[in-house]
């Protein structure tokens, strides 16, 4: 920690405590720029009143200002002007554990409420189930989802799990649709790594729901937010797949199925 007299800000991404007037303009601990600090005491528990939602937003990345924050800020501009009842939820400041696999005990260990009381995960499971619909945004990490996402979505095992101890899928039918920000290779295999968890709880892509853009290995990686900042191609697909998942979720797919048979435990 420096020791300088001021305000203590937190880095959101390792942890790392600065004392200034404002924050350092890189983590001396791990690099992340001055956009990720907060004031001490600024990260408020994760709380939920309840109320239904058209769609929650899952920004997965470590860096919650970081290139992925880009394509979220465009879906959010277009939730607001549409009016769509949305919370965005950034993972990097939450707290989620690992899973704790009850599932691999005997089916019935895993439950929902789910047996993990401790962290911040059963409000996002309350949230889940009274969301329309869900957008998900994820960096690549060695041609897959972060890590963080990644803990959210093995946390959804006991949702899914209804449908083999209950009977019941809580989220059949619902839309998601899906946001990809990368350096290099592996957007199309992160965007369906991720889909997969949600097509066993029943949910449907939305129309053209996978929106994705990358830079390439040739650049250094200190220039990615600027050249997807830049990139109107991005703008148009991120803010066309918000579009295409609000028009999912007014069309109430729940609803109009009617009865969802389930074919997968």
Known sequence: MSVHPGKIWVCRVCGYR?????????????????????????????????????????NGSTHAGHNVDVLVRYAESVMKKLGVRYRRIDLNSVKIDHCWCCYSNHDAACTLPCRNQGDEMPILHQMLLNSKGVLVASPINWNQMSARLKDFLDRTTCIQ?????????????????????????????????????????????????????????????????????????????????ARNLIRAVRLDLPRKFGRIEISSE
């Open 18 to 58: 600065h004392s200034g007037a404002k924050p350092p303009g890189e983590c001396p601990q791990c690099s992340s720029p001055a956009r990720e600090f907060v004031p001490e005491g600024a990260r408020k528990p994760l709380s939920y009143d309840g109320k239904e939602l058209d769609i929650l937003l899952i």
């Open 161 to 241: 799990n209804q449908q083999l101890t209950k009977g019941v899928a809580p989220c059949a039918g619902k839309p998601v649709a899906i946001m990809i920000a990368g350096h290099e290779d592996g957007a199309f295999k992160s965007a369906h790594d991720i889909f997969h968890y949600f097509q066993q709880m029943g949910y449907i892509l939305a129309p053209f729901g996978i929106a994705y853009i990358t830079h390439g290995a040739k650049y250094d990686t200190a220039t990615d937010s600027d050249f997807i900042k830049r990139d109107m191609k991005a703008k148009r697909f991120a803010r066309a797949t």
